[in-house]
């Protein structure tokens, strides 16, 4: 149960700031297992000219293999997929992703979930499994992705076709003052983050009050890149490193303070 140590036992109160459909998953876990929940996207999502992803896949048999690394991706590459055509070899990050391409009838060549989700640990199996080649691994990914899959692949001498099919944009400040007004109120416990660009909305609308406001809040990132984006904006940081969301609250949860 997500409950929390005080003279009475009271809900632990979670925020949760990734975008709409991710954080509402997350929340019904939460409350389920007796906590509460307040979603506060940072960022949302919005599609982009489909046409680039369209032209990609007129021949998918140019392409060694698809790296697909978010759920966003996979929902645009699902979207666009020629169902007549044969799939290339598809590497995935994260059971969250994979299942939404397995339902579409998309169904993964190799998953890398759980501690060893990240980047560098899909470059590997890629390049394990599929041998030199001229042919390019097709990368959906974000408008303003990260770039160190494709910096992996590219320094193992793989080509990269990379296609923007979403983007992401900060949610409007006054959309995001009451997740403030609840941390001056001291009514969150956690806060799992899952990107660096959702933990720099959130400290820009903290501005000079992040350190204060989140001091006694238990922070989580979801990978290194994500941490660093923490430590290097407030001043107390509370890092659990986790590459899947809840195994991330669980790990804060056993660190937050119990009085």
């Known amino acids: 149960m997500l409950m929390r140590h005080q003279t009475q036992l009271r809900p632990l109160q979670v925020l949760l700031t990734r975008p709409l459909d991710q954080s509402k998953q997350t929340a019904e876990w939460i409350e389920s297992e007796g906590g509460i929940a307040h979603i506060f996207p940072c960022l949302v999502v919005l599609p982009t000219d489909p046409r680039p992803l369209q032209q990609a896949l007129v021949d998918v048999s140019r392409h060694s293999a698809v790296a697909v690394t ?97 983007q992401t944009v900060p949610a409007a400040k006054e959309a995001l003052l009451p997740a403030v007004q609840l941390l001056r109120e001291r009514r969150i416990d956690l806060w799992p983050v899952g990107s660096p660009k959702t933990a720099q909305v959130l400290l820009d609308v903290l501005s000079d009050e992040a350190a204060s406001l989140l001091a006694g809040v238990c922070v989580g990132a979801i990978g290194q890149t994500t941490a660093q984006a923490l430590r290097d904006r407030t001043a107390k940081y509370i890092g659990h490193l986790r590459n899947e969301f809840r195994s991330t609250i669980s790990a804060l949860l056993e660190a937050a303070p119990r009085s």
């Open 70 to 166: 978010s759920v966003h991706a996979a929902r645009a590459l699902i979207a666009h997929w020629p169902t007549e055509k044969k799939l290339p070899p598809l590497f995935v990050l994260g059971n969250k992703t994979a299942q939404t391409l397995a339902k579409a009838g998309l169904v993964p060549t190799e998953i890398v979930d759980g501690e060893t989700a990240t980047a560098r640990q899909l470059a590997k199996r890629l390049l394990a499994a599929i041998p030199a080649t001229d042919k390019p691994v097709l990368f959906p990914q974000a408008e303003t992705g990260r770039e160190e899959l494709p910096l992996l692949l590219a320094a193992a001498r793989r080509n990269v076709e990379k296609v923007a099919v979403y």
